[in-house]
């Protein structure tokens, strides 16, 4: 699946290098973000720029992401692209996360 | 997996994997944008195609051998027909769900991972249309172009 991460402060930036996750990738994603989030970091920032493609199974691995990171910790979302951003509309799953266009958006956005 | 077609014609068959459906989903897609559906268009048929060939691979082959999944698509000046064929279990009923999504809530522990694939298809739709016939299960999707969403 392949994701890199790195931390600026309290925030930790995780980059998806793949252009989907759908169903055929969602468990692996799961358990990626799990490993990647051990780091313990209070907020992180899913850098989702090259994602050109997710599916409700991505979007529920995205929702468990945030489930397991807990009550105290924060998973916001950067660089949707346009059917990225259909689907978590039409969820209404953009009420429940912090979307920001670019990943400089959410990296100078004022920390709630 | 070489797809058969012509003109407005696109066909696909694929085994009932979630790889292959993925491969599949791409295919499809970009053979549509190749054969002139309107870009507008190509993210909601993108979206709706993988909801329900996902669904296939999911539910109605779940518990058996996964067979076949077949797509045809029709496209037509102003509209555009997929019609999804398995052989695996009939949808519930024999009825497509009425696609109400799971609430969202007020807790983030409580939120739902899934549920939303027949709220997608129906929202992103014009029409959705199934029958069991011989065995088969015959899932029929229409976009009509001239509506934009």
Redesign the interface.
């Known amino acids: 699946m392949g994701l890199t991460s790195k931390t600026t402060g309290a925030t930790q930036i995780i980059t998806v290098h793949s252009d ?1 996750i ?4 969602a468990i692996q994603f799961k358990e990626d973000m799990r490993a990647e989030t051990e780091s313990n970091a209070n907020r992180v920032v899913l850098d989702l720029s090259d994602v050109q ?1 997710i ?3 991505g ?3 995205i ?2 992401s ?2 397991q990171l807990g ?1 105290d910790r924060r998973l916001d979302l950067a660089g949707l692209q ?2 990225v951003e ?2 978590f509309h ?4 953009d ?2 996360f912090k979307l920001f266009a670019t990943l400089d958006d959410a990296l100078t956005a004022p920390e709630a | 997996m070489e797809p058969v077609c012509n003109k407005t014609c696109l066909e696909l068959s694929f085994p009932a994997t979630e790889t292959e459906a993925s491969a599949g989903i791409s295919q499809l897609s970009a053979g549509l944008a190749k054969r002139g559906l309107p870009p507008h268009k190509a993210d909601d048929v993108k979206i709706a195609l993988a909801e329900a060939i996902n669904n296939v691979v999911e539910h109605a082959y779940n518990g058996v051998a996964p067979a076949k999944v077949r797509v045809t698509c029709r496209l037509d000046q102003d509209r555009l027909d997929i019609l999804i064929s398995d052989t695996g279990h009939p949808l519930p009923g024999c009825h497509p769900p009425d696609g109400t999504p799971a609430s969202l809530g007020t807790r983030i522990q409580d939120l739902p991972e899934g549920g939303f694939g027949w709220f997608l298809i129906h929202q992103l739709t014009n029409d959705i249309w199934y029958e069991r016939r011989d065995g088969c299960n015959r899932l029929s999707l229409r976009f009509n172009f001239e509506s934009t969403r």
């Open positions: 989907r759908d169903a055929a990738m493609f599916d409700s199974s979007l529920g691995a929702v468990a945030m489930k009550k346009p059917v259909k689907v039409l969820t209404r799953m009420t429940v």
